[in-house]
């Protein structure tokens, strides 16, 4: 009786490990509400370096108030890192001026860019666990 009652605690555990977990996502300095907010969500370095999320996220701006939005996405639990692009013209690309400088926001969770190099994936990686996952994000505009 108790090897079956430990059993059922087990897999019950387990199971709740594999659901999808809410992520509240606060983006914090978003310059105006034209566009959309593209979020590429990454599980390692190579997938980074690559520009090869494994998965991509579009929000509208429509609920942003003073440059702050907050949006909510499901991911199962894991290792994982948010490279945010502020597509002001919603063509699905990071646009550069003719020097190579960024002309759209971009962010990474809970990570604030201060040079102009990409960051390594490691960081702004964080980890999704069963229960309450929060991020926030900062925009950088050059």
Do not use: C
Not at 33 to 45: L, P
Request: charged share 20%; hydrophobic share 40%; net charge positive.
């Amino acid at each position: 009786m108790k090897l079956s009652l430990f059993i059922a605690a087990l897999l019950s555990l387990l199971s709740l490990n594999s659901q999808a977990q809410t992520i509240t996502l606060t983006i914090e300095g978003l310059r105006n509400s034209q566009g959309i907010v593209s979020v590429g969500i990454f599980k390692n370095q190579e997938q980074f370096a690559k520009e090869k999320p494994v998965k991509k996220q579009l929000f509208p701006k429509t609920t942003m108030k003073a440059g702050l939005l907050v949006v909510e996405l499901k991911l199962e639990p894991g290792n994982y890192g948010f490279a945010l692009l502020d597509d002001e013209n919603k063509d699905a690309k990071m646009n550069y001026n003719w020097i190579g400088v960024p002309l759209e926001g971009f962010g990474f969770s809970n990570y604030v860019s201060s040079g102009l190099s990409k960051p390594e994936y490691s960081d702004f990686d964080f980890v999704v666990k069963p229960g309450e996952n929060k991020v926030h994000i900062k925009m950088r505009y050059i």
